[in-house]
């Protein structure tokens, strides 16, 4: 099956540093990416619609200059937090939509990111 | 937007069957999802209704009623590893483009 590599898995950072986030699929296109932060016992929440070659579609209430995505390739999308502080940490995923998807195909996701903030 | 409701949490013995519903509002449906989540992981693919029905697939099977906004997942044979999140996602092409909004999840607990 399909496969979406997300690294790093965990990381541990100081507030103020920026992270980044690759999110890369590795035996398929993707046009599209999804970014989705997801808090502790609560629901994926989705940040942005990444597109292959524009820029990216945020959710309301998601600061674009704090999480920047880029997806240059159809192979890799990133999400940089900058200037983090704690109350970015949380879990964050992406998954990936494969450039033949059907109207039934289902998304492929990433192995999650948990960034803590100290 | 879209209004998804499942219950919070539910529990049950090892062995035996749990249905977890969900019911949905969308501007526009392509679809329903559910997900499986254990703690710390990503999601894992579970199932895909578009049709109405009943989708039978190994253990679990899913139904859709999309005049009534409508789908339950449904467990059989419970097994301890089934304790996890389980996530209703439909996909509301009303949005314009592929993408899902998660319920908050079903937490599972199957006991011995």
């Known amino acids: 099956g399909a496969v979406v590599s997300q690294h790093p898995s965990r990381v541990i950072c100081k507030s103020g540093t920026s992270v980044k986030i690759e999110c890369r699929s590795l035996?398929?296109?993707?046009?599209?990416m999804f970014w989705y932060r997801q808090f502790p016992k609560k629901s994926l929440m989705l940040m942005a619609t990444?597109?292959?070659?524009?820029?990216?579609?945020?959710e309301q209430g998601v600061e674009k200059d704090k999480f920047l995505i880029n997806h240059a390739s159809l192979t890799l999308s990133t999400l940089t937090v900058t200037s983090a502080h704690p109350e970015d940490s949380s879990f964050y995923i992406c998954s990936a939509r494969p450039l033949q998807a059907t109207t039934n195909e289902k998304l492929f996701f990433g192995s999650g990111t948990q960034l803590s903030v100290l | 937007g879209q209004n998804i409701d499942q219950p919070t949490e539910m529990t049950a013995t090892e062995g035996a069957i749990v249905q977890i519903n969900c019911t949905y509002q969308?501007?526009?449906?392509?679809?329903l999802f559910w997900y499986q989540q254990h703690a710390g992981e990503a999601p894992t693919f579970l199932s895909y209704?578009?049709?109405?029905g009943l989708e039978e697939k190994g253990r679990f099977s899913s139904f859709l009623s999309r005049s009534k906004g409508y789908s339950y997942l449904l467990l059989k044979e419970l097994q301890m590893k089934d304790s996890a999140s389980y996530l209703c996602?439909?996909?509301?092409?009303?949005?314009?483009?592929?993408?899902?909004?998660f319920g908050k999840g079903t937490k599972l607990s199957v006991i011995p």
């Open positions: 969308t501007s526009g449906f392509n679809g």
């Open positions: 209704n578009v049709l109405d």
């Open positions: 996602a439909p996909w509301d092409s009303g949005a314009g483009s592929y993408q899902l909004t």
């Open positions: 990444s597109n292959e070659g524009s820029k990216a579609t945020y």
């Open positions: 035996d398929f296109q993707a046009t599209t």
